[in-house]
């Protein structure tokens, strides 16, 4: 029998793809760092949980409806949106997580020899799912932690056909303004896609912070992103939806998955869309959260980038992954920035005091014992 190597089916753009492989379950990584608590702060987790009334539900949900297939395209929920914000239902597309929306979008519009364009410091996913589906990415360097817009525009040629703005940025909190974002639509003039992801806009409350899905009444070439795991803190359900014209919505359904959001998911957000004094309390946890940290990082003397968002970055006068090992061994768990084309930063999620002082000590001890071995002195 004649074998033909595995290399010769793998397209070269799978073979030079480095596979992202995710942290370990908690309790392993407890063990293998010797700690007996870990503070989760390195995902932008919402540390109040789901909303009161979706906790509701995912307690009573009944076991019988493990064994029925959920509704394959998000009716309910896609309605109640739809009502909320004052358009058609079949404007809205929901996936398993974000992740699956973008690639959704992806395969709907790009063919061979097509590319995308994104920020080099951004939400990495855009990237990935355009490079593992044989597209090339045009990655435009940020300017001042921010989106550079004439830099993205220099960078669309004539097989671009999707941009890629995360606003606010993840992981630097930056955004464009309504003015800002209205201009690079007007300069785009529908010639390629431009996708604004959401997905933490409900932390924004700056009155010149743009409504994506509003823009979509003068820009119908924009699809928005949004996602319930953040401010909704339905992260483990995986649940995401993205927002566009009915044109561009009905060429985008080709590609979309049935079947692939789960029950639970989609009857906990049917009693977590509502919910505006969640968003109150999460907001005013995080507003306090950060401004705590901004003032304990600076008091350390570290660069501190704090703006928008659940989180806020951080420079370390060391090794972003190896400030990441010591604070595990202290049970503190944030992201190290390296992936991210941020190497020695790392970026922290906004949650409880006790998280927040616990990840000061941490970071405190480690850069006072760093500091004592860089002087030459025995460090303990």
């Known amino acids: 029998m004649v074998t033909v190597p595995l290399s010769d089916l793998v397209p070269e753009y799978i073979r030079r793809f480095e596979a992202y492989v995710p942290s370990k379950p908690d309790a392993e990584l407890m063990k293998l760092y010797g ?36 509704s394959g395209d998000v009716y309910f929920v896609r309605n109640k949106l739809a009502s909320r ?15 699956e929306v973008i690639a959704f979008v992806i395969k709907a519009f790009c063919q061979e020899g097509d590319n995308i364009v994104t920020a080099d410091k951004t939400f990495s996913v855009y990237e990935w799912v355009a490079e593992f589906s044989g597209f090339k990415t045009h990655l435009v360097p940020i300017k001042d932690f921010a989106f550079d817009d004439e830099a993205m525009l220099k960078a669309v040629d004539g097989r671009t056909k999707i941009i890629f703005i995360c606003n606010p940025n993840n992981p630097t909190g930056t955004y464009w303004n309504t003015e800002k974002m209205t201009r690079f639509l007007d300069r785009v003039a529908g010639r390629q896609i431009v996708v604004i992801d959401e997905a933490y806009c409900e932390f924004v409350s700056k009155p010149d912070y743009p409504n994506g899905i509003k823009l979509m009444e003068e820009y119908p070439n924009v ?7 953040k401010m909704y803190g339905l992260a ?18 080709r590609t979309c ?3 692939s959001v789960n029950g639970v998911a989609q009857d906990a957000v049917m009693a977590a869309i509502d919910d505006d004094d969640h968003v109150a309390r999460t907001r005013e946890l995080v507003d306090t959260e950060k401004a705590y940290l901004d003032r304990e990082l600076r008091a350390l003397g570290l660069e501190v980038q704090a ?10 006068p060391m090794s972003d992954t190896l400030a990441y090992r010591k604070l595990m061994t202290r049970g503190v768990m944030i992201r190290s920035m390296t992936g991210f084309r941020f190497p020695n930063w790392i970026r922290v999620s906004i949650g409880r005091r006790e998280a927040m002082e616990a990840f000061i000590e941490a970071l405190s001890t480690i850069l006072d014992k760093t500091d004592r071995g860089a002087s030459g002195r025995v460090s303990s």
Not at 40 to 46: A, G, K, P, T, V
Not at 53 to 69: C, H, N, T
Not at 236 to 253: M, N
Request: charged share 20%; aromatic share 12%; net charge positive.
């Open 35 to 70: 700690c007996s608590r870990l503070f989760r702060l390195n995902n932008n987790e919402n540390p109040l949980g789901p909303p009161p009334g979706a906790q509701e539900i995912i307690k009573r949900f009944p076991p019988i409806k493990a064994s029925l297939y959920p």
């Open 85 to 99: 914000f004052g358009l058609d239902p079949d404007q809205f597309l929901f996936g398993n997580g974000a992740n």
């Open 223 to 229: 699809v928005a992103f949004r996602t319930f795991s």
């Open 236 to 253: 483990g359900l995986r649940i995401g939806y993205l927002v566009g014209s009915r044109e561009v919505v009905d060429v985008i359904r």
């Open 257 to 259: 998955v049935v079947y």
């Open 307 to 316: 703006a928008e968002g659940c989180y806020v970055m951080v420079r370390l």
